[in-house]
């Protein structure tokens, strides 16, 4: 098996599989599982999409030796950890505790999440697209740079310059909905 195909499996399974042994440890809350899970989400809504959009949009190089559903749930898988990491990295930079990032709109971790994104896509497109996967340059992907002979399009791009967005007011309201729950009396 191709190396990069095992890092891809591996790496995909150790998000959830170390997201689940880190809450049972008691490391990672009940509201950042579903952080995650709703990265998860997110992920698998674009990446879904790029294989039902079929061959003329996107296409895998590599033989992918299991079900082809399974490479995009991997992928999913690590679009939740990019977005965990990104709320991670909130917590860090602003240095603040876990527990409050992500509890109220603050355009600093707005802006963290979304640079953090769309840093994160440009560096795996530069790395993966043209030796593991491929988009197609089309009417509705347009090719918007060429580097070593690799032609690289818009669409993961603009989706990453979004998704950070929706990843950020999902947390928001998972937030929210966990403050509910906890004191139901709040009205909030």
């Known amino acids: 098996m191709n190396w990069r195909i095992a890092a891809d499996i591996a790496i995909g399974l150790a998000v959830p599989l170390g997201f689940a042994a880190a ?4 490391k990672v809350t009940k509201r950042e599982l ?3 899970a709703a990265g998860f989400a997110i992920g698998a809504s674009f990446e879904f999409f790029t294989w039902a959009m079929g061959g003329d949009f996107f296409f895998v190089i590599l ?9 995009y749930l991997c992928h999913s898988s690590w679009d939740a950890g990019i977005f965990f990491a990104g709320y991670a990295l909130c917590a860090a930079l602003l240095r603040k ?12 971790e707005a802006l963290i999440m979304t ?4 840093g994160t896509a440009f560096f795996v497109e530069i790395a993966g697209n043209g030796i593991i996967w491929q988009y197609v340059p089309g009417k509705w992907n347009p090719e918007w740079i ?3 002979g690799r032609r690289y399009t818009i669409f993961i791009q603009a989706v990453w310059l979004a998704a950070p967005a929706v990843f950020y007011a999902c947390c928001l309201g998972i937030s ?5 729950d906890q004191n139901p009396e709040s009205g909030e």
């Open 63 to 71: 033989d992918w030796p299991l079900p082809m559903a399974t490479y």
């Open 176 to 180: 929210r909905a966990s403050r509910r």
């Open 115 to 118: 640079v953090w994104g769309a």
């Open 146 to 148: 060429t580097v070593a």
């Open 34 to 36: 579903l952080f995650l």
């Open 23 to 26: 809450f049972a440890a008691g």
């Open 97 to 108: 505790p876990r527990a409050s990032v992500a509890v109220s709109f603050d355009w600093r």
